[in-house]
């Protein structure tokens, strides 16, 4: 079976999951404060996180091409279909855009003009933090992205049709197409981490937050990948996938679960062992009012995989891969949630208390108070609640509906790239 | 590994060598007597080392105070040298190691020489710490041992100590892999040898007879050593960045030094083992198996090294900048447009700029070029380092103190000796060792040489399509 057909189940059971996530975002607008901060912080949370695995799928691809890579070949129709997704993540975050035109949200604080005013380091970060530079970079960038997304596919599509010993296609044109993004992906990442993440906290500042940032996308990439391939393997899809190519996939996993962690470590110990007031207030926050978050973030992201994928056998199970994947694949949304919400919460804060007297009945204020007290829970940002699950799953169930529909527009296997002796042939032990 | 080869790679071991020709091939240049060229160039490295031996001791005998630096800039050429050689130090291992992860097989070509290279490069890297703290003959004061000293000597809060741990175990678990591989080799050479020499290569290759239990473990303790020698890779230079980056001075307090420090580390060391190779094919005719498609290969790390390098410069200008801290900024406009303003654009142009040239095949395949462009990007990265040190040093907070720092002759002359004794030991390892793994060269002939892959390959371009397996396991 090289060809997929979407099965009508499937198809149900996703759209009733985006249907979740619907609803739950309709009853978070509802129920929200009077800035509806948790509604809009969950849509940006969730936009940025699948984005970036659509682009994640699509750097790995380019990477994997420009490396003279062959095991992965088998399966390759799964990365660019992820990297499709980008258009749909383009639309979700120009929801965010225009949200930030017509002041919709107070998820950045650098977009209140009273705050700027008020503000010595909000007006010298403005030359770069401001609404038409956040428009501009995100469609460009994003856009630039999209083309290449559509233009990889289409040459690894146009391969379908040469003979097996032609490989101009593949050497000519996919090689220095994929050449061609790396270094635009290199460098625009970093600028979309830093605008769409990192300036939720718009004072503080690290260097090696975009790079954190992404890895953290990537591991989420292969975990969605290994849990694709047990899925359509299960339905009789994939059967040349076998247990070789899942080792290495769980040694990708394994390798950057460890990366990750020495980001996090280089990141935290630096700043902790500097001191400096500016850039310890991240962790402090999130040491003092998130403690579960911060150590549930190490927990699950490091400890887990490092422990559980070590062994050869783990990495070769569906089992325990499906277990371990789904865990890490919520563990990095929950490190995207713990990037995201306290700074989204403070500026909230801010807004809020600037005109207490409008808002002193307001509930989402007394939140804003007693949240200053350390050990005060806020639904849906101290921990997600079910709101926040409900909304998760309808944007995985999002994603799962797209790539899947654009598996079928294709043949599976790609039984005409150079590369595809080797990845049917793969064997790691 | 696959013993299906893709149609569309090309091989790796050219001349249609078989399993004998390959070990006299590689045999060879430590058998015969050595050449002319061999022994002009061991005499001029011999010669180098000695004027840094002399160096040293001039230092030792009057005291740091023979080198130039001042109470504002503390750190000149000896740690930009120090820096500079534990950076090149990082190729072997990572050829040896992660590449070894990652079933790639053109490592095989140059993993011998590369893990040779690194572990010279880091014994002098080791040799500056030994120096630069004056007082040579108390030196052991480094290690943690019980003693009169207090509860603060070693000072295990300090990166300077983790540097001593991180060094000193990258530098024995790479003599551990780097002489496992020998091991095979060396009985190969013992079986040819007679004498005094055949001797001398049954004592090094520890008995040594090519079982199967004997390649079992071999290669099962090359596994376990790349597992280990991995995040070695990583934490080594890491730490290197640590010493600067826990500091609170601006320009080294930046979080994205450790992992920078690293790409810039594996950038340095493949342009060393570019320089080595290029003069090694050629001298010990060792074409075949050093080939075009393994410094095609190496120009791509290099690349990629370069640009990540430069992400990182350009991340931290934007950050400086975006800090909105005046320090911050200062640090970097200074490297920019201060008095060192010719480091920075040493730094930027070999670095980032130049190596962009390989985005294109044909100057990837260059021999003459890469050759050049190898000694430029160590040139480069001596620069980054220099940037880092004494340029930031040079102007700190109190403008009274600012100061600027030329070496002196005996600074000079370490840094000159020390390539003295990396070239020495690098020409005495050319003679003693197979300066190719013969074995591992022998594991991918099947796979990668030019009667069985790429273009000339007997069966290429058979027409069949996959249901028919016809390629040979």
């Not at chain 1, 501009?136 to 003979?163: M, P, Q, Y």
């Not at chain 1, 899925?231 to 899809?237: A, D, E, P, S, T």
Request: charged content about 15%.
């Amino acid at each position: 079976m090289n060809q997929f057909t979407f099965p009508s189940r499937a198809r149900v059971f996703l759209m009733v999951c985006m249907a979740i996530g619907l609803v739950c975002l309709g009853i978070t607008y509802v129920t929200d404060d009077a800035l509806h901060t948790r509604f809009w912080s969950n849509l940006l949370h969730n936009s940025v996180f699948f984005t970036g695995i659509a682009f994640l799928a699509l750097f790995f691809l380019c990477a994997n091409v420009i490396a003279f890579s062959g095991w992965y070949t088998v399966f390759k129709r799964l990365w660019e279909a992820y990297a499709q997704f980008l258009i749909v993540g383009l639309v979700l975050l120009l929801v965010i855009v225009a949200g930030l035109w017509m002041h919709a949200h107070h998820l950045y604080h650098w977009a209140d003009a009273d705050a700027v005013a008020a503000d010595e380091i909000l007006q010298h970060k403005s030359a770069f933090l401001n609404p038409l530079n956040y428009t501009l970079f995100t469609v460009i960038i994003v856009g630039l992205w999209i083309f290449f997304a559509r233009k990889i596919r289409s040459i690894s599509l146009e391969e379908e049709n040469v003979d097996k010993f032609d490989f101009s296609v593949h050497k000519r044109k996919l090689r220095i197409w994929a050449a061609a993004f790396l270094p635009i992906a290199g460098f625009s990442s970093a600028a979309m981490v830093w605008l769409w993440v990192m300036s939720v906290d718009a004072h503080w500042y690290s260097t090696l937050f975009a790079w954190y940032a992404t890895i953290s996308w990537f591991v989420t990439m292969l975990c969605i990948t290994v849990l694709t391939l047990i899925y359509l393997k299960g339905k009789g899809y994939f059967t040349e996938v076998t247990s070789d190519h899942f080792h290495d996939l769980g040694k990708y996993i394994f390798g950057f679960s460890v990366f990750w962690t020495y980001l996090w470590f280089s990141q935290y110990m630096l700043i902790w062992y500097g001191n400096v007031g500016e850039e310890t207030i991240y962790f402090k926050q999130r040491l003092q009012d998130y403690p579960v978050l911060f150590y549930a973030n190490l927990a699950i992201n490091f400890v887990l995989p490092f422990f559980v994928l070590m062994r050869n056998d783990t990495k070769r199970k569906a089992g325990s891969l499906t277990v371990i994947t789904i865990v890490l694949i919520l563990g990095h949304w929950l490190d995207y949630f713990l990037m995201l919400k306290p700074g989204i919460l403070h500026t909230a804060h801010e807004v809020l208390g600037h005109d207490a007297a409008h808002h002193a009945a307001d509930h989402a204020h007394g939140a804003a108070e007693h949240a200053h007290h350390a050990s005060h829970m806020v639904a849906g940002f101290t921990l997600p609640g079910f709101l926040e699950i409900g909304t998760f799953i309808g944007f995985a169930g999002l994603f799962a509906f797209f790539f899947l529909r654009q598996l079928t527009k294709a043949p599976l296997v790609s039984y005409r790239d150079p590369y595809i002796d080797e990845s049917l042939h793969h064997h790691v032990v | 590994m696959s013993a299906v080869v893709s149609p569309i790679r090309d091989p790796l071991i050219t001349g249609h060598k078989d399993y004998h020709q390959i070990t006299e091939d590689i045999c060879a240049p430590s058998e015969r007597t050595p050449s002319v060229a061999w022994v002009v160039s061991f005499l001029i490295a011999v010669s180098v080392l000695a004027v840094g031996v002399f160096c040293i001791l001039w230092t030792i005998w009057f005291g740091i105070g023979t080198w130039n630096l001042n109470r504002t800039i503390g750190w000149g050429w000896d740690i930009t040298n120090f820096v500079w050689w534990i950076g090149i130090g990082h190729a072997g291992t990572l050829i040896s190691a992660i590449l070894l992860l990652f079933r790639q097989k053109w490592r095989t070509g140059v993993n011998r020489a590369a893990e040779a290279m690194t572990i010279f490069a880091v014994l002098c890297a080791a040799l500056f710490p030994g120096i630069h703290v004056g007082r040579m003959w108390v030196v052991f004061f480094f290690f943690p041992y019980p003693n009169t000293r207090g509860p603060l000597w070693v000072n295990f809060n300090s990166p300077l100590l983790w540097d001593l741990f991180a060094i000193s175990t990258y530098f024995t678990v790479s003599l551990l892999f780097w002489y496992t591989g020998l091991v095979p080799d060396f009985a190969t050479l013992r079986d040819r040898a007679t004498g005094l020499r055949k001797r001398f290569y049954n004592f090094l290759s520890f008995g040594w007879t090519g079982a199967a239990k004997h390649w079992q473990r071999f290669e099962s303790l090359s596994l376990v050593l790349a597992g280990i020698a991995t995040p070695l890779v990583l934490s080594v230079h890491t730490i290197v960045s640590f010493d600067f980056a826990t500091s609170v001075i601006p320009g080294w307090h930046t979080t994205i030094f450790p992992p920078y420090f690293v790409a810039g580390a594996i950038f340095s060391g493949f342009a060393m083992v570019l320089t080595l190779m290029i003069i090694t094919r050629k001298v010990l005719k060792l074409e075949d198996y050093i080939t075009v498609e393994h410094i095609d290969s190496m120009n791509k790390v290099i690349l990629l090294t370069g640009t990540i390098v430069g992400v990182a410069y350009l991340t931290e200008l934007f950050i400086a900048w975006y800090s909105g801290y005046i320090y911050e900024q200062y640090a970097f406009l200074n490297r920019v447009k201060g008095v060192y303003w010719w480091a920075y654009v040493g730094m930027m142009s070999c670095n980032v700029l130049s190596p962009q040239i390989f985005w294109f095949r044909k100057f990837r395949r260059n021999i003459a070029l890469t050759f050049f462009m190898s000694i430029f990007v160590n040139i480069g990265m001596w620069f980054e380092r220099f940037v880092i040190i004494p340029t930031t040093l040079a102007r700190d907070y109190l403008p009274s103190s600012w100061s600027y720092y030329v070496p002196t002759w005996v600074e000079i002359g370490i840094f000159i000796g020390t390539l003295g004794i990396f070239f020495t030991l690098y020409l005495i390892f050319t003679r003693v060792a197979p300066v190719v793994a013969i074995a591992e060269v022998k594991s991918i002939l099947k796979t990668s040489g030019d009667q069985y892959a790429g273009e000339h390959a007997k069966h290429a371009h058979k027409p069949h399509s996959h249901e028919e397996e016809s390629v040979a396991h």
